[in-house]
């Protein structure tokens, strides 16, 4: 009798600890699939749509130059024996810059031929004076194919140089018609001055699109399906979407499918599927 008590304890005592080592083991996994996949009950934020402006930009790197440079020639047998102005300095056309010799021993003064700044470019072949026309200048880019067709001259342009941490007013004055290595010259024209040196790197804004007051979401909102339309969740199925996404079910009904209009990094124009007001979600991992 003692014996089968014994027993029937043990099975009793082994039974509770499998109970809690199955718990344990549950809860292990679940917190395993959780951090494999980043679902949490708080995984979502919820979004109420409203109205705004929404802007589409297309950006480009390039370093300030002018876009009307003037290189003096000189014989190759020529020798300067003066040179009248300073580099840096400004110049005015037709003003005398240089005095020159050449081979049979005449001198000759050399002048600009555009108003500028004078300067002295050398390099491993030979040394080059230069003026540079201040009432052109700007950054020129190199743009690709798809960004190409959404630009046109006279286009608004932010374009902030790195150096001086300071923002200037451009436009785009020059696209060019032909590419070369698969890609676009297009040159912004900035206002010059003079804390502006020629060679900072500048990145530009071209503002290719511009809506106002249309209704909007930020970008983090909008999905796209695999055939190609864009939807968004509706947030009153927040717990159900949760669940289809956590067992890798459909989410399928959770969807509100949209017609998007402007798409930038920020926000994005939504021309039917949504109201203003309407609340979606957007994960927030």
């Not at 930009?57 to 390039?62: A, H, N, P, S, T």
């Not at 900072?200 to 999905?223: K, Q």
Request: aromatic residues 10%; proline residues 1%; charged residues 25%.
């Amino acid at each position: 009798m003692k014996k089968l008590k014994r027993i029937i304890i043990t099975i009793a005592i082994i039974a509770v600890v499998v109970l809690i080592l199955k718990n344990i083991i549950q809860s292990k996994v679940g917190a395993m699939k959780d951090a494999e996949y980043g679902y949490t009950s708080y995984m979502f934020d919820t979004y109420t749509v409203k109205r705004g402006d929404v802007s589409s930009y297309i950006k480009g790197v390039g370093q300030i130059t002018s876009f009307n440079i003037e290189t003096l020639e000189l014989a190759s047998t020529d020798k300067i024996s003066e040179i009248l102005v300073s580099e840096g300095s400004r110049v005015e056309q037709n003003q005398e810059v240089m005095k020159v010799t050449d081979m049979n021993n005449k001198t000759r003064t050399i002048k600009a031929g555009i108003s500028g700044m004078f300067f002295c470019i050398e390099t491993e072949e030979s040394t080059k004076y230069c003026i540079y026309n201040l009432d052109d200048i700007g950054v020129k880019l190199s743009l690709p194919e798809r960004d190409i067709t959404h630009v046109a001259i006279g286009q608004t342009v932010k374009v902030k140089v790195n150096a001086l941490n300071k923002e200037f007013d451009g436009t785009v004055s020059y696209i060019a018609s032909l590419p070369q290595n698969d890609r676009y010259t297009v040159r912004v024209k900035i206002n010059y001055t003079d804390d502006i040196k020629f060679g900072y790197s500048s990145t530009a804004s071209i503002l290719v699109a511009n809506m106002g007051d249309v209704v909007s979401i930020p970008y983090e909102c909008l999905n796209e399906a695999e055939d190609g339309r864009y939807f968004v969740y509706n947030e009153k199925y927040k717990n159900e979407l949760y669940e289809a996404m956590f067992d890798g079910t459909s989410d399928e009904e959770y969807r509100i499918y949209v017609e998007p209009g402007i798409i930038t990094s920020t926000n994005v124009e939504i021309k039917s599927g949504l109201q203003e007001g309407d609340k979606i979600l957007t994960l927030v991992w």
